[in-house]
């Protein structure tokens, strides 16, 4: 396999960490595009060579500064845009739109005016397909647009629009589209299930959240970095790819924690209308401490829908191999550090 230079965007979050060292171990050249501000902890340290001939370097900037994209770009062959504000709440929504779609703009920019690069994987979400109360989408399914839960949705709805027009005219982008993504790693905003998790092993989430019949679509963290990497390797420019794994509720979730830590089930589910009330008061919290809620009133409105999706076209393509969720939460430790 030739190795490669390959800029990862989002490279401190839960999944670009988890993608940079994959690509590091695979031989691939890594630069790992990080805010000065970020959280340089789970990264691997640079270095010129690894074991398996892997190289790492830092490179600084941000996805809403152009220039800083266009310099990290640099000699680059792939480019994994995974960079993107995850929170389905945040005080000024505007955010969402500068990250979320003007970073992916500028990062498409930068793709024609370095000139070096052959393909940019670009990190979607099951949310840009919109939801599927009653079936189970596939990648056929566009965001219908009427209604958004959530300003994230909403921002990635429209950067999936910005990546399909840039296809058609011809750009070598392929989007990918992870389910609520799990497993080991860090705990950042994009870490839902880990953060739920804490909540209701230190007993602040005393009950169940959301219905039996409120199903998502589960995919383990490390089956997403291996589907990134085969959408390098073999994804098709404009093709869409739903990385997506397992359709479950929360409360099965719950129920498979308990088993695998051997502890109690929740004996009462919580029920949304309170959980709303928390999320309300959650939020209202926020703008006093300026730290952000877990639970908002956004996030209950997406617990309300269902969002399950099969991933057919990523196991035939793309040899993606989701596990379930039995296997994939027994295995490791949800939580690291
Ligand atoms: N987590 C999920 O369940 C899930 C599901 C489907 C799709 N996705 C998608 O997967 C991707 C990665 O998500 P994640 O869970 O890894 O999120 P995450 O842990 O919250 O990480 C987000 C990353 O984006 C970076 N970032 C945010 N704003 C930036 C900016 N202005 N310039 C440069 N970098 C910026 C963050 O940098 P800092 O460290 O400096 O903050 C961080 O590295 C996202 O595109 C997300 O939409 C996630």
Redesign the pocket.
């Known amino acids: 396999m030739k190795k490669k230079v390959v800029l990862v ?9 988890r993608l940079c060292r994959e690509l590091f171990n695979a031989g691939h050249h890594v630069k790992a ?3 000065r ?3 340089l902890s789970y990264l691997p340290p640079p270095t010129d060579g690894g074991s398996s001939g892997g190289t790492f370097e830092l490179v600084f ?5 152009y220039q800083s994209l266009l310099q990290a770009c640099s000699g680059c062959h792939v480019i994994f ?7 389905p709440w945040l005080p000024d929504p505007s955010r969402f739109i ?3 779609v003007s ?1 992916l703009k500028n990062m498409l920019q930068a793709y024609k005016e370095a000139g070096t690069i052959e393909k940019i994987v670009y ?5 840009a397909l919109g939801p599927t109360d009653g079936y189970v989408a596939d990648e056929t399914q566009i965001h219908s647009g009427k209604f958004f839960c959530t300003e ?1 949705e909403k921002s ?1 709805a429209v950067a999936d629009k910005v990546a399909l027009d840039a296809a058609s005219e011809g750009m070598p982008i392929v989007p990918v ?6 497993g080991p790693g ?1 705990v ?6 880990a953060r739920m998790l804490i909540e209701r092993f230190n007993g602040r989430l005393p009950g169940y959240i959301g219905q039996a019949n409120d199903r998502f679509s589960f ?1 383990h963290v490390d089956d ?1 970095v291996d589907g990134h990497i085969a959408a390098m390797d073999k994804g098709k420019p404009g093709e869409r790819y739903l990385l997506t794994g397992e359709n479950a509720s929360f409360k099965e979730v719950f129920d498979i924690a308990a088993m695998v830590t051997q502890t109690k089930r929740p004996s009462f589910g919580i029920p949304l209308l309170i959980i709303e009330a928390y999320g309300w008061i959650s939020v209202l919290f926020s703008k006093l401490t300026g730290k952000l809620p877990l639970i908002s009133p956004p996030t209950v409105c997406v617990l309300r829908h269902q969002w399950t999706y099969s991933c057919d076209k990523a196991k035939s393509e793309l040899d993606y191999h989701p596990r379930s969720l039995k296997e994939g939460l027994k295995l490791e430790p949800l939580i690291e550090g």
């Not at 589209?177 to 799990?182: A, L, R």
């Open positions: 965007t989002g490279a401190t979050g839960y999944l670009g960490g595009f990080v805010r501000t970020s959280d900037g941000d996805v809403t500064d845009h995974a960079a993107a504000l995850v929170e500068s990250v979320n970073g990190t979607s979400s099951f949310f994230y990635k589209y992870p389910g609520v993504i799990y860090k950042t905003a994009g870490n839902v299930v995919s997403v």
